[in-house]
Structure formats: structure tokens, C-alpha cells
């Protein structure tokens, strides 16, 4: 673990308590609920006594419902070493619709890709911002400066911003345990609703999935609900960055593997043994859900044994279905149509002899599940969608013996990192039934091979490696979010930008047009300049000691028009023309315009191509606008037409393909913004520089201008301005304050 993760107290946030209580003499001693999550913080917090110096005196606290909690029990007389508990009380007729309703009748079989069973209630919405506002009012009372607080799942989707509303520097993490589906399945959900969840989400400082998949899902959502800026794992919120990104949670692999070889499991081993005689075992172990593909795992076993008759007699399948919301009608039915599946096939294939399939409907012990790992030379972890499935994990940690094979959904999470399982489509019968066969005539050999890989991955990236990471990552986003944050113009820094400017003897300022003095609009002809805005550039353009520069792409006609009778200069086309007052526009170079009939074509190509997209014409350069187009598709085509253009371009040294704000412009290299600034500084020495701008054209203004001016990025990009401001309005302000 590294060094640097330290801090007072890890402050946990699941829907469940992870006790249940029992009365003590003392207060209440809590007992172990089953669970992942559960186990992994318990082994989570023996680790931080163990190994760590900086977490050794650590103290976890665990805020969540619990089923049995007695009326007289508070946060102060529970009684465990490990964790202090937080016990959140949401009314019943609150929590059935909140978790019954909306996690579990809608945003379970949404994120699990079965619109179809998804229940769209208001209601539901309305109990799960309810349940959420009460675990933020548990925790809020309890967060101290230093603590880290960690939110899982998707019923506290909405506690993040929450959070972060009432405790602002707060260090906020938050983990998803289920897939986020595509955009296009997301959106089924009513807008004001997916925009709470992302809303929500956005709270924290970082948000981490199970697979790369799910993050590039999240972030896709985020750009299309709310249109902020994402650049790969970092989105730009108005307030901070956050960042997104995969981390694939683990097990605790020594215990798995270790308790192979305890006495306890070898003796349950002997007992199935026996009870197997030389048949083949081939295992599975399910929640009872229909995320899980019960009745299609049960559909390729059969068809195994059609296809493959020699191995009738040879193998036993157990299926072990634990049971879950069995008392729901939909889960009632699909257990009878299991038990119903499985006797037909038991009629159709066993024997005296031999069963086909043994089924068990109940929960196994530690031990059992252990021995049944170790002793099977196939498991069937065949799920139609998961978020991970830890079985699989669990399965590989526990070959000690037999050295069986993995089958696996290439529809689970945990299928990206375990690519040398057999992956299979679980909706696939035959390819399924085609794995079972070749899992079980597999040489020693190459069963080995893949098991080493395999255990050499999950147990590096245990579950121990996996909360670190996700701790370090948190940490080093504060960290850049801190960074970030000293450069964005505070009340110190605009008044010592008001006092340089007072006591300058000359002045120039650099504005950019869109983005910086003017908002986008769908048609770059809509942009046009409102009479406040154009008040303060006339203001300041007044000033005898100022020179005010409107630096802009925007072709020279529309600039003039813009800024007619006002006596600023005026530069257009990032730099190709330049006009100083009532002069006439000078161009700063002649260009060829030939280069323009090869990719004019190319450029006409993509308008075809990107439906939304058209082509602006300038002296200068040619600019393809996809801001009206569809975002993804938009990036598609951007990335074709790039390479498309670098191939027409590469033998002209003098144009380059710049990029800027949904816009895709070639121009000759021989002149940019920064070129155009240094050349009118050239005229006269400066006592104060100011230059604003908001995208990537600009850097080329920011970079060429000397330390010692006040460049400011309008947005929360990267830059290399010395400030950011939020957004245009602050912007305003600030030229606003300084004296006319």
C-alpha cells in the first residue's frame, strides 16, 4: 500500500448496516451480515492494524440501514472493534418505495439492460431522494475535517452532491457495484431524474467502476445530459474537475486460496468425494436474479449433453441458487421454471445410477463453498449481465487441487480481466455447451497455464489493492482539483489585477470573441454581441492608455460589424488579418489558396456524412462546425476526417489541422494568435498585458505572451493561462472592476 494514503477515519456510506444487533449486557454486540462489500471492508480494516503505519489507529464508521434495530439503540452503545456504526432510520412506507421501488423495480433491471421489468413511479423518486437526504443528515453530523468518505452503490446516487453541499471540502468517493449502461439505455429514465443521478454523482471527487466499459458509459452520460466538458477520465464541472475511471474490485485472495488446505474444508471435501465417486464436477453458484441467466445456463448444460453424449455418466452439474426476493411474484416464478427445467432434464438423461444435475436452493457455508471451488473441474459463472461477479474470482483462488477451468460471461465485468477463462455468450447454447466440453478434455497443461495467469492477476490486485488504489486516486484528484483551484481568480488575485492595471502608464488587453466575450450558438451568425458586453469594451477602449484587441477566428466582415465605430483593433482569422482603428485590414501574409480545392471535397464529404455539421469558408483557412451535430457520432467523424485531412496535408509543411471548440479548422501554420500578439507588442512597450480566451487557438496567445501578464482561460480546461475563470459572466466582472 502506498505511504501517502492516510487518513483519520474512513467514513462508510452503503444502504446496509453490515451488523445485525444483539443485545448484550454491555449494549448491543453486532454480528456479520453476508456480503462482498461486507467482507471486503472487514478484511479492509484488519489490514489497516496490520500493515500500514499511516492507518494503523484508523477508525472505520459504517452509516446504513439495519432490518432488526431496537428503538433504544444509538450511535453510542454499540459495541465492535472495527467499526464505529451510523444507523440511518427511514421510515418503512419511505424505504419500500426508495428501495423496493426505485433501486430495486427500476435502476436494478435498468443498469442490467432488462427495460422491459423497469417500474417508472414517481413516487419511487420521490422516497429516494428522501432516503438519500436522511443519510446525509446522519453523516453530515458526523463528518470531521480529515475523513474520508466513501458512498457505494446505486442506492446513494444522489448522497454525493448532497455531501458536498453541506460540507464542501469534503474528500468524497464514490463506487458503483452494478454496471451504468449505455446512454441510450440510461436516457429511459425521465430527464429531471438522470440528471439528479449525474448531478449526484458529480459530487464526489471520484467515481469508480467495476470496468473501463462502464466509466466511458458514465462519462458519455455526463456529456450528454449536462454538455460539460470531458477530456478521457476528467469531466470539468462549473465547481472542480472529477475524475472517472475502472477499478476492478477484488477478493481476498489468500483467504480463498489458503483455506483450501484447512482441515475443516479438506474434510467437507472428502464428503463430496465420496459422494461424486469419479464423476466430473462442474459448479455454479447464483443469486437467484434474472440478471444471472439461470434458465440459459441450464439450456447449454442440456445441450452439452445432446451434443456430447459420451460424457453422459461422467459429470455432475450442481447448481447452487441462493435464494433472494423469492417472496416477489416475478422471482417465485422463475424459481418454479428452474426447478421445473431441472427436473425435465433429470427425467430425460439420469439413471439410477447417476443424476444429472444436482440442485440445491439455499446458501452455503464458507467451508462448503470452499471445497465445491476446489473440487470442480468446471465452472459455469454464466451471468447475462453483472457488475464483476466475485464467484469467479473466488472460483480461481480456490483451484488448488484440480486445477479446473473458468467458463465465463463475456457479459460479467470480471471477463476483461480474466481473458484467459473460456468466455462465452450466455444466450449461446451451443458455444456454451462447446466450452463445457473442451473445459473438461483441456490438457494439464494448458489448464495450468491459464490458472497462473489468471491467480497471478487477482491476487496482485486483491481486494486490499483495489480500496488503495481507489484511495490514491481520490487523493491525487484533490490534489489537482487544490492545484487547479489556487489558479482560479479569487477576490486577492482581481484586485492585484486591478492594481497593476491602475498603475500601468500603457495597456493592451487581448479578448477572444466566442466562448470569451459572447456565449455559443448554434450558428456561429446567431453569436452576436450584446449591448452590455459591447459596453465594456467601449469603456475601455476609451482610455487613452489602453490598446483593446479583439483576437478572434471569426472572419473579418462579421468583426467589423460587430464592433463598428468602437476604436479597438481588431484581428481576424487567429491572426491572417489585422485592423488598427479606421485603417484598412492588412493581411500579414499572402497564402496560395489552391490547397483549398483538396480539402473543400473532403470537408463537403463529412457534412454528408455527420448530419448537423457545415463548413464555414474563410481567406485564410476552411472550418468544419460539428457543434449542432450528435456529440459521439460528431467525435467519430472527427477522428476519420483528422486522418483523412493529415493524408491530403502531409506533403504541405505549411497548413496544419487545428482544433477548436467543436469546430475542426485547416489553415496555414505560418500564422496564429500568438504571432499576431507579438507583433503588435512589437510597436510599444507595456506596463500591463491582459489576454482572455477559452479554447485551444488561444494557448497560442497565452504561450506567447511574457510571465509577467495576466492570461486568463475562461473555463475549467487545462491551460496554460496563468488563471481560469468559471465562465463568461465572471469574466465580465472582472473587466467590469477595472477603472475606465
Same mark, same amino acid.
Given at each position: 500500500?502506498?505511504?501517502?494514503?492516510?487518513?483519520?477515519?474512513?467514513?462508510?456510506?452503503?444502504?446496509?448496516?453490515?451488523?445485525?444487533?444483539?443485545?448484550?449486557?454491555?449494549?448491543?454486540?453486532?454480528?456479520?451480515?453476508?456480503?462482498?462489500?461486507?467482507?471486503?471492508?472487514?478484511?479492509?480494516?484488519?489490514?489497516?492494524?496490520?500493515?500500514?503505519?499511516?492507518? !494503523?489507529?484508523?477508525?472505520?464508521?459504517?452509516? +446504513?440501514?439495519?432490518?432488526?434495530? =431496537?428503538?433504544?439503540?444509538?450511535?453510542?452503545?454499540?459495541?465492535?472493534?472495527?467499526?464505529?456504526?451510523? =444507523?440511518?432510520?427511514?421510515?418503512? @412506507?419511505?424505504?419500500?418505495?426508495?428501495?423496493?421501488?426505485?433501486?430495486?423495480?427500476?435502476?436494478?433491471?435498468?443498469?442490467?439492460?432488462?427495460?422491459?421489468?423497469?417500474?417508472?413511479?414517481?413516487?419511487?423518486?420521490?422516497?429516494?431522494? $428522501?432516503?438519500?437526504?436522511?443519510?446525509? #443528515?446522519?453523516?453530515?453530523?458526523?463528518?470531521?475535517?480529515?475523513?474520508?468518505?466513501?458512498?457505494?452503490?446505486?442506492?446513494?446516487?444522489?448522497?454525493? $452532491?448532497?455531501?458536498?453541499?453541506?460540507?464542501p471540502d469534503a474528500t468524497i468517493g464514490f463506487f458503483l457495484h452494478i454496471p451504468f449502461p449505455s446512454f441510450e439505455i440510461f436516457r429511459l429514465l425521465p430527464r429531471n431524474?438522470?440528471?439528479?443521478?449525474?448531478?449526484?454523482?458529480?459530487?464526489?471527487?471520484?467515481?469508480?467502476?467495476?470496468?473501463?466499459?462502464?466509466?466511458?458509459?458514465?462519462?458519455?452520460?455526463?456529456?450528454?445530459?449536462? +454538455?460539460?466538458?470531458?477530456?478521457?477520465?476528467?469531466?470539468?464541472?462549473?465547481?472542480?474537475?472529477?475524475?472517472?475511471?475502472?477499478?476492478?474490485?477484488?477478493?481476498?485472495?489468500?483467504?480463498?486460496?489458503?483455506?483450501?488446505?484447512?482441515?475443516?474444508?479438506?474434510?467437507?471435501?472428502?464428503?463430496?468425494?465420496?459422494?461424486?465417486?469419479?464423476?466430473?464436477?462442474?459448479?455454479?453458484?447464483?443469486?437467484?436474479?434474472?440478471?444471472? +441467466?439461470?434458465?440459459?445456463?441450464?439450456?447449454?448444460?442440456?445441450?452439452?449433453?445432446?451434443?456430447?453424449?459420451?460424457?453422459?455418466?461422467?459429470?455432475?452439474?450442481?447448481?447452487?441458487?441462493?435464494?433472494?426476493?423469492?417472496?416477489?411474484?416475478?422471482?417465485?416464478?422463475?424459481?418454479?421454471?428452474?426447478?421445473?427445467?431441472?427436473g425435465r432434464i433429470n427425467g430425460k438423461y439420469s439413471s439410477l445410477s447417476w443424476q444429472s444435475i444436482i440442485y440445491q436452493y439455499k446458501s452455503l457455508t464458507f467451508n462448503?463453498?470452499?471445497?465445491?471451488?476446489?473440487?470442480?473441474?468446471?465452472?459455469?459463472?454464466?451471468?447475462?449481465?453483472?457488475?464483476?461477479?466475485? %464467484?469467479?474470482? $473466488?472460483?480461481?483462488?480456490?483451484?488448488?487441487?484440480?486445477?479446473?477451468?473458468?467458463?465465463?460471461?463475456?457479459?460479467?465485468?470480471?471477463?476483461?480481466?480474466?481473458?484467459?477463462?473460456?468466455?462465452?455468450? =450466455?444466450?449461446?447454447?451451443?458455444?456454451?455447451?462447446?466450452?463445457?466440453? !473442451?473445459?473438461?478434455?483441456?490438457?494439464?497443461?494448458?489448464?495450468?497455464?491459464?490458472?497462473?495467469?489468471?491467480?497471478?492477476?487477482?491476487?496482485?490486485?486483491?481486494?486490499?489493492?483495489?480500496?488503495?488504489?481507489?484511495?490514491?486516486?481520490?487523493?491525487?484528484?484533490?490534489?489537482?482539483?487544490?492545484?487547479?483551484?489556487?489558479?482560479?481568480?479569487?477576490?486577492?488575485?482581481?484586485?492585484?489585477?486591478?492594481?497593476?492595471?491602475?498603475?500601468?502608464?500603457?495597456?493592451?488587453?487581448?479578448?477572444?470573441?466566442?466562448?470569451?466575450?459572447? =456565449?455559443?450558438?448554434?450558428?456561429?451568425?446567431?453569436?452576436?454581441?450584446? @449591448?452590455?458586453?459591447?459596453?465594456? %469594451?467601449?469603456?475601455?477602449?476609451?482610455?487613452?492608455?489602453?490598446?483593446?484587441?479583439?483576437?478572434?477566428?471569426?472572419?473579418?466582415?462579421?468583426?467589423?460589424?460587430?464592433?463598428?465605430?468602437?476604436?479597438?483593433?481588431?484581428?481576424?482569422?487567429?491572426?491572417?488579418?489585422?485592423?488598427?482603428?479606421?485603417?484598412?485590414?492588412?493581411?500579414?501574409?499572402?497564402?496560395?489558396?489552391?490547397?483549398?480545392?483538396?480539402?473543400?471535397?473532403?470537408?463537403?464529404?463529412?457534412?454528408?456524412?455527420?448530419?448537423?455539421?457545415?463548413?464555414?469558408?474563410?481567406?485564410?483557412?476552411?472550418?468544419?462546425?460539428?457543434?449542432?451535430?450528435?456529440?459521439?457520432?460528431?467525435?467519430?467523424?472527427?477522428?476519420?476526417? @483528422?486522418?483523412?485531412?493529415?493524408?491530403?496535408?502531409?506533403?504541405?509543411?505549411?497548413?496544419?489541422?487545428?482544433?477548436?471548440?467543436?469546430?475542426?479548422?485547416? @489553415?496555414?501554420?505560418?500564422?496564429?494568435?500568438?504571432?499576431?500578439?507579438?507583433?503588435?507588442?512589437?510597436?510599444?512597450?507595456?506596463?500591463?498585458?491582459?489576454?482572455?480566451?477559452?479554447?485551444?487557438?488561444?494557448e497560442f496567445l497565452f504561450t506567447a505572451l511574457p510571465d509577467s501578464a495576466n492570461t486568463i482561460r475562461v473555463g475549467l480546461s487545462p491551460s496554460f493561462a496563468k488563471y481560469?475563470?468559471?465562465?463568461?459572466?465572471?469574466?465580465?466582472?472582472?473587466?467590469? #472592476?477595472?477603472?475606465?
Open positions: 500500500m502506498d505511504n501517502e494514503t492516510h487518513f483519520k477515519r474512513l467514513v462508510i456510506a452503503a444502504y446496509r448496516l453490515p451488523f445485525k444487533l444483539n443485545k448484550t449486557k454491555k449494549g448491543y454486540k453486532a454480528v456479520q451480515n453476508s456480503g462482498g462489500l461486507v467482507s471486503a471492508i472487514l478484511a479492509l480494516s484488519e489490514n489497516f492494524k496490520k500493515s500500514n503505519k499511516d492507518l !494503523k489507529n484508523s477508525k472505520i464508521v459504517w452509516a +446504513g440501514i439495519t432490518d432488526n434495530l =431496537p428503538d433504544d439503540v444509538t450511535s453510542d452503545n454499540f459495541e465492535n472493534e472495527n467499526f464505529d456504526i451510523l =444507523p440511518v432510520t427511514i421510515p418503512k @412506507k419511505i424505504n419500500d418505495l426508495f428501495y423496493g421501488g426505485f433501486c430495486n423495480d427500476l435502476i436494478w433491471p435498468l443498469f442490467h439492460y432488462f427495460p422491459s421489468y423497469a417500474v417508472f413511479n414517481s413516487d419511487y423518486f420521490k422516497a429516494y431522494e $428522501e432516503a438519500n437526504i436522511k443519510f446525509c #443528515e446522519e453523516l453530515a453530523k458526523t463528518i470531521k475535517p480529515g475523513d474520508f468518505v466513501w458512498i457505494h452503490d446505486y442506492q446513494l446516487m444522489l448522497l454525493p $452532491e448532497m455531501i458536498r453541499q453541506r460540507v431524474w438522470r440528471e439528479s443521478v449525474i448531478k449526484g454523482l458529480l459530487g464526489a471527487d471520484l467515481i469508480g467502476f467495476h470496468t473501463n466499459d462502464y466509466t466511458q458509459n458514465f462519462i458519455k452520460s455526463v456529456r450528454r445530459t449536462t +454538455g460539460y466538458e470531458c477530456q478521457q477520465n476528467t469531466i470539468y464541472t462549473p465547481n472542480k474537475l472529477v475524475k472517472a475511471d475502472a477499478f476492478p474490485i477484488g477478493i481476498d485472495y489468500d483467504k480463498f486460496h489458503d483455506a483450501c488446505l484447512k482441515k475443516s474444508v479438506i474434510a467437507e471435501k472428502q464428503k463430496l468425494k465420496n459422494h461424486l465417486s469419479n464423476h466430473k464436477l462442474i459448479f455454479s453458484v447464483d443469486r437467484l436474479d434474472y440478471s444471472k +441467466g439461470l434458465l440459459l445456463k441450464l439450456k447449454g448444460y442440456e445441450t452439452f449433453l445432446e451434443m456430447y453424449p459420451e460424457w453422459r455418466s461422467k459429470v455432475v452439474f450442481n447448481m447452487v441458487v441462493v435464494p433472494s426476493r423469492d417472496n416477489i411474484e416475478k422471482y417465485k416464478k422463475m424459481k418454479k421454471e428452474i426447478e421445473s427445467t431441472v462448503e463453498l470452499i471445497a465445491l471451488y476446489n473440487l470442480s473441474e468446471v465452472g459455469l459463472i454464466t451471468p447475462l449481465r453483472d457488475g464483476m461477479n466475485l %464467484v469467479a474470482k $473466488e472460483y480461481v483462488a480456490c483451484q488448488v487441487e484440480n486445477e479446473g477451468v473458468l467458463i465465463l460471461s463475456e457479459m460479467a465485468g470480471a471477463a476483461a480481466e480474466m481473458n484467459e477463462a473460456l468466455i462465452i455468450n =450466455p444466450v449461446d447454447n451451443i458455444e456454451m455447451a462447446e466450452a463445457i466440453f !473442451k473445459a473438461l478434455e483441456m490438457k494439464s497443461e494448458e489448464k495450468h497455464l491459464r490458472l497462473e495467469k489468471m491467480q497471478n492477476r487477482i491476487s496482485n490486485y486483491d481486494v486490499f489493492a483495489w480500496a488503495f488504489d481507489f484511495f490514491n486516486q481520490t487523493f491525487e484528484t484533490k490534489e489537482e482539483q487544490n492545484t487547479r483551484n489556487v489558479r482560479f481568480i479569487n477576490t486577492s488575485i482581481s484586485s492585484q489585477i486591478v492594481s497593476d492595471y491602475k498603475k500601468a502608464a500603457s495597456r493592451i488587453l487581448f479578448l477572444d470573441y466566442d466562448g470569451t466575450l459572447v =456565449p455559443f450558438e448554434k450558428y456561429p451568425e446567431l453569436a452576436v454581441i450584446d @449591448k452590455k458586453t459591447l459596453k465594456i %469594451v467601449k469603456d475601455l477602449s476609451k482610455n487613452p492608455k489602453n490598446k483593446v484587441v479583439i483576437i478572434s477566428g471569426r472572419d473579418k466582415k462579421f468583426l467589423e460589424t460587430q464592433f463598428a465605430g468602437i476604436n479597438v483593433i481588431l484581428v481576424a482569422e487567429h491572426g491572417y488579418y489585422i485592423k488598427k482603428g479606421t485603417d484598412e485590414w492588412e493581411a500579414t501574409m499572402n497564402t496560395d489558396e489552391q490547397w483549398k480545392e483538396a480539402v473543400l471535397p473532403i470537408l463537403n464529404e463529412y457534412v454528408s456524412r455527420c448530419n448537423g455539421t457545415f463548413i464555414e469558408e474563410k481567406t485564410g483557412s476552411i472550418a468544419w462546425h460539428y457543434r449542432n451535430a450528435d456529440s459521439d457520432f460528431a467525435q467519430l467523424r472527427l477522428h476519420e476526417l @483528422k486522418d483523412d485531412l493529415a493524408e491530403v496535408i502531409r506533403f504541405k509543411t505549411d497548413l496544419e489541422i487545428l482544433e477548436g471548440h467543436k469546430v475542426l479548422e485547416v @489553415k496555414s501554420g505560418r500564422y496564429d494568435k500568438g504571432q499576431a500578439a507579438n507583433s503588435l507588442m512589437s510597436e510599444q512597450d507595456f506596463g500591463f498585458i491582459f489576454a482572455a480566451g477559452d479554447d485551444k487557438t488561444d481560469n475563470v468559471t465562465d463568461i459572466p465572471a469574466l465580465l466582472t472582472l473587466l467590469e #472592476e477595472l477603472p475606465v
